[in-house]
């Protein structure tokens, strides 16, 4: 918690220089502009947010994992490991990464104040995380209305409604993988008049039967890429639940929403109409 | 014999030399690509630590290897046959798993470092009180010891694994692949050397009772070998020197193995001279292995030593030791 609020803090205090020296009509020769902002971003997350926004051109280094940016971008490092000298190839201004549990590598952080660059770690675990991070890179941002847009978007998500159905939200089949309840995709899922089955944090590894004693009303699998899909559905039609037998079951390829971002909402919205169908065609099945 | 030394010492130079001069670099359309790029002064001290880094923990499971090989007379051992590498694999998932359930940072707690230093000395202690146990400290009740030992560590890691949280997992994983740090603890590089080169004098010094010691037991003790105390003293120096390797940089496999080997190939099997040309040749692995992974670049950021030297040094080895056969030379240790 005490990382948590200190990486929120750094990255406030970071972004919010830089958002002080950008406000105004007249360019301060003593104040650095948001062209002179070159980011390393070590989380695919930040990236497609940072995207989003319209900053791509501000990301010079990535990690293996940031398919959202040029893979033209060399790779410099990721959340455990880093390669000082391709970093100081790049000289970035800045570093994003959301740090492990463990802590953020204290070779980074002694590296990255050895060499001057701010070093923003943020944990994105939740939709307040996003909007938190998404008001830190604001003045980074060419287009003003469009993070207020994302703002809005992040403040319009409902709040759960304990009457919606219960979903299981599966995102790996082996082993297999759901969201709990501390988990961005439970905030998301009210967009689609759903709420979690599950009320344990984070990422949950669960089996089939454990599944199976929650008796979700829908199962939602999220695959990363095409070829994972037959998977998913397989894990989620053993699931021994009514949801299963009643074939309510939606599975979709979404890698927007296996990464907590600015993204990630419009990725849910998209959703409504394959959840309603299931829904709708299992109803009108049922005696 | 000895300009074959010589050339060892001068392929050591070479590559440390290389390691120095390889590196990645940008093109005028600011894409990154790897090759000869000579160090600034930015760049020069990352680089001279991951060749100080990397000789020193090849130095210490070269050494490691001939020792506890001597200890066993067994030529499969390896630093990691003392279950070296899962009492420390399972050290850093205790640190993770506590830190994890208490709040208390793995900082707080010795970090990786901490746990991994932990976890080696309390393998190799419960292998010795096992062994002792057993056959009193012969080589092959050492040997089972280890091996069961490290079953059970590397279990209990998995478990410890399972345990915590799941952004954590990683952790232990990243760990076990083995790294040489560019941005090492300064004094724990300097310990590290202390301990290599005191090693390297010592097993130098005792190169005699090593060779006496490829004899078997009662030869070996007609011939003024005291047999209890010679073996503790190699356990205790080829236990120390694997973990003291695995806790600065992860555990790094075979080069504990094929160091030796390949220095009795080059030099022959006196200890005289094969102290040394181990230690070489145990810098030499991981020093090649390292250059690779500065020169390679597969698109997933720096690769981990541990993989280079297996997937590299395994093959060499392997033709390495096919020559030799057809050469006729002796395979025995």
């Given at each position: 918690m005490l990382l948590r609020s200190f990486s929120f803090a750094s990255a406030c205090a970071v972004f919010g220089v830089l958002a002080a020296c950008d406000r105004g009509g007249t360019a301060d020769p003593e104040r650095p502009s948001t062209t002179a902002i070159r980011i390393a971003s070590f989380s695919p997350a930040m990236s497609a947010t940072l995207v989003d926004l319209g900053c791509e051109s501000n990301i010079v280094a990535r990690s293996p994992w940031c398919t959202d940016v040029a893979k033209s971008l060399p790779v410099v490092g990721d959340f455990r490991d880093f390669d000082a000298e391709r970093i100081l190839l790049v000289s970035p201004s800045h570093i994003v990464l959301q740090p492990p549990l463990s802590g953020i590598n204290p070779a980074l952080e002694s590296f990255a104040k050895a060499q001057g660059i701010a070093l923003v770690a943020v944990q994105l675990d939740r939709m307040r995380d996003v909007r938190q991070f998404v008001s830190s890179v604001a003045p980074l941002a060419s287009d003003a209305a469009r993070v207020r847009a994302r703002l809005d978007a992040i403040d319009a998500i409902p709040l759960v409604d304990v009457h919606a159905p219960r979903v299981v939200v599966l995102v790996s089949a082996e082993p297999m993988l759901a969201a709990g309840g501390a988990n961005y995709l439970t905030d998301l899922l009210p967009i689609v008049h759903l709420r979690n089955a599950l009320d344990a944090e984070g990422w949950i590894e669960c089996s089939h039967e454990a599944l199976a004693a929650r008796d979700p009303d829908l199962l939602l699998g999220i695959a990363e890429r095409e070829e994972s899909v037959a998977g998913l559905r397989r894990a989620l039609e053993s699931i021994p639940c009514r949801a299963s037998r009643s074939g309510r079951i939606v599975v979709v390829v979404s890698p927007e929403l296996l990464r907590p971002s600015t993204r990630s909402i419009d990725a849910m919205r998209a959703l409504q109409s394959a959840i309603d169908a299931v829904l709708r065609t299992t109803s009108e099945q049922a005696p | 014999m000895k300009w074959r030394f010589a050339l060892l010492v001068a392929l050591v130079l070479l590559l440390a030399l290389a390691r120095l001069s390889v590196g990645p670099h940008l093109d005028g359309a600011g894409a990154m690509h790897f090759g000869v790029a000579m160090p600034t002064a930015e760049t020069l001290p990352f680089r001279a630590n991951a060749v100080a880094g990397a000789a020193v923990v090849g130095l210490l499971l070269g050494l490691a290897g001939l020792a506890l090989q001597a200890l066993l007379r067994n030529p499969l051992a390896s630093p990691y046959t003392l279950g070296v590498s899962s009492g420390a694999s399972f050290g850093v998932a205790c640190v993770l798993a506590i830190a994890a359930t208490t709040g208390i940072s793995t900082q707080a707690l010795g970090g990786e470092f901490g746990g991994a230093v932990f976890g080696a000395a309390l393998s190799l202690v419960l292998v010795w009180m096992l062994a002792k146990r057993a056959t009193g400290r012969d080589g092959v009740a050492l040997a089972l010891a280890g091996i069961v030992l490290g079953g059970v560590m590397s279990s209990g890691a998995m478990l410890l694994e399972q345990i915590v949280p799941r952004g954590l997992r990683g952790d232990l994983l990243a760990w076990m692949a083995g790294r040489i740090p560019e941005l090492p603890d300064p004094s724990a590089l300097v310990a590290l050397w202390i301990l290599g080169v005191l090693a390297l004098i010592v097993l130098w010094k005792a190169a005699h009772l090593l060779d006496l010691l490829m004899l078997d037991d009662d030869e070996a003790a007609a011939a003024g070998v005291r047999l209890a105390s010679t073996r503790a003293g190699l356990f205790i120096i080829g236990g120390l020197l694997a973990a003291a390797a695995v806790s600065f940089a992860?555990?790094?496999?075979?080069v504990g193995l094929v160091a030796p080997h390949t220095a009795r190939l080059f030099i022959g099997h006196r200890h005289r001279l094969l102290v040394p040309s181990t230690a070489l040749c145990g810098v030499i692995v991981v020093l090649s292995a390292d250059l690779l992974r500065q020169g390679l670049d597969v698109g997933t950021g720096r690769l981990p030593v541990g993989v280079i030297t297996a997937l590299a040094g395994g093959p060499f080895f392997l033709w390495l030791l096919s020559r030799s056969r057809r050469g006729g030379s002796e395979w025995n240790l």
């Open positions: - | 992860g555990p790094i496999g075979f």
